[in-house]
């Protein structure tokens, strides 16, 4: 287990304030931020290669936050993956074991349970210049895992990589922490990312730890605006609780009327997803009498469509303005355009207060 207590440390004009982090041990855990929230700052201060103004850092009970670097047995990625341009890639990977001044038949072991590990006996006589980055990636991993390390910090390590490799390493990564169950913590800013990968999540933000828990946990349930902007939920809507009874109440959005089944006393913001909103061009439900509208529905225009590629972003009139994640397929079936009436529903159950 890592433990982070307290920490604070500076860089220029930006600060790490107060931060506490526990990763269990054999945790895969996800530290997600925008760029410029500390990330890579907090990183390196567990590493030992940035200066703290004060905290505490333990991993497994061993305090190690005054120690060197080389003597936290810690292993590192980065997000570029700096390698010797002039060792092998043999060479690169059993550099720390040298160091070390570990045997040379230890070294020749180690060496080959970490090709066979990573995948990339093939490739030990090549020199840097020679790999993809893919390939490099895995160089840099294997050289951190030699060491037998009691924590891996990747760096965002997948962030200079081409959509099919990026892919493919995070499927690398999640079958190594299967086989491995080392404790890991990945630095990401990449959502998709972190919930492929992580068993759990941290947001931070502004320098400080803004929520941590279980993808789920972030995903659906945000304690902030700060982490529900930057998981990317959408529709946050400002009001007020104007009715509530029996574990049910009425948020007043703007000229929405909106049923919540989880209200917080004090919320003034509710939240939801876009791909939990359903459309449908079948708005008989609201004009005709006989056919109720559903709780949460509302009969509106669409302003305007965002193609995203496998889906498609569509906004309806407001205020405020509600936007829907509707898959490539049903969007061409419904054959959507701008200025059609559509019938808006939004799941009662998946509005969460803030």
Same mark, same amino acid.
């Given at each position: 287990m890592i433990s982070v207590t307290g920490l604070s440390a500076g860089f220029r004009n930006f600060t790490l304030d107060d931060i506490d982090l526990t990763v269990e041990h054999g945790d895969y855990f996800m530290l997600v931020g925008p760029t410029g929230a500390g990330k890579t700052i907090l990183l390196e201060c567990i590493a030992g290669l940035h200066k703290i103004k004060s905290g505490?850092?333990?991993?497994?009970?061993?305090?190690?936050?005054?120690? %060197?670097?080389?003597?936290?047995?810690?292993?590192? !990625?980065h997000q570029d993956g700096v390698l010797f341009p002039h060792l092998t890639v043999q060479e690169n990977i059993i550099f720390g074991l040298k160091v070390r001044h570990t045997p040379s038949e230890r070294i020749k072991q180690e060496l080959a349970e970490a090709g066979e590990l990573v995948k990339?006996?093939? $490739? &030990?006589?090549?020199?840097?210049?020679? &790999?993809?980055?893919? %390939?490099?990636?895995? !160089?840099? &991993? =294997?050289?951190? &895992?030699?060491?037998?390390?009691?924590?891996?910090? $990747?760096? %965002?390590? $997948?962030? =200079?990589?081409?959509?099919?490799?990026?892919?493919?390493?995070?499927?690398? +990564?999640?079958?190594? #922490?299967?086989? +491995? *169950?080392i404790t890991?913590? #990945?630095?990401? #800013? @990449?959502?998709?990312?972190?919930?492929?990968?992580?068993?759990?999540?941290?947001v931070i933000g502004d320098g400080r730890m803004q929520q941590t828990g279980t993808p789920e946990e972030i995903f659906h349930h945000?304690?902030?605006?700060?982490? =529900?902007?930057?998981?990317?939920?959408?529709?946050? $809507?400002?009001?007020? /609780?104007?009715?509530?009874?029996?574990?049910?109440?009425?948020?007043?959005?703007?000229?929405?009327?909106?049923?919540?089944?989880?209200?917080?006393?004090? *919320?003034?913001? !509710?939240?939801?997803?876009?791909?939990? /909103?359903?459309?449908?061009?079948?708005?008989? !439900?609201?004009? @005709?009498?006989?056919?109720p509208t559903p709780a949460n529905g509302f009969v509106v225009n669409i302003t305007r469509i965002e193609d995203r590629g496998t889906a498609f972003h569509v906004f309806v009139e407001g205020p405020p303005e509600i936007c829907s994640l509707v898959p490539r397929r049903k969007f061409t079936e419904m054959g959507l355009t701008e200025g059609m009436p559509v019938l808006i529903i939004m799941p009662a159950d998946a509005i969460h207060v803030i």
């Open positions: 505490r850092i333990t991993i497994n009970g061993r305090e190690i936050t005054g120690l %060197e670097p080389e003597k936290r047995n810690i292993g590192m !990625v990339i006996n093939h $490739l &030990l006589e090549r020199k840097p210049g020679k &790999l993809s980055g893919g %390939e490099k990636q895995k !160089v840099t &991993l =294997a050289r951190a &895992l030699v060491i037998k390390p009691d924590l891996l910090l $990747l760096d %965002e390590p $997948l962030s =200079a990589l081409d959509p099919g490799s990026r892919e493919a390493l995070q499927a690398e +990564l999640k079958r190594i #922490h299967q086989q +491995l *169950g890991t913590i #990945h630095v990401t #800013h @990449d959502f998709d990312e972190a919930m492929m990968l992580g068993q759990n999540i941290a945000p304690a902030s605006e700060f982490v =529900a902007r930057f998981t990317m939920m959408r529709n946050i $809507l400002a009001g007020e /609780i104007v009715k509530q009874d029996k574990g049910r109440a009425i948020f007043q959005a703007g000229k929405l009327s909106l049923v919540i089944t989880k209200p917080k006393q004090g *919320g003034k913001l !509710v939240c939801i997803r876009p791909e939990d /909103i359903t459309i449908t061009t079948d708005t008989a !439900v609201s004009t @005709d009498t006989a056919l």
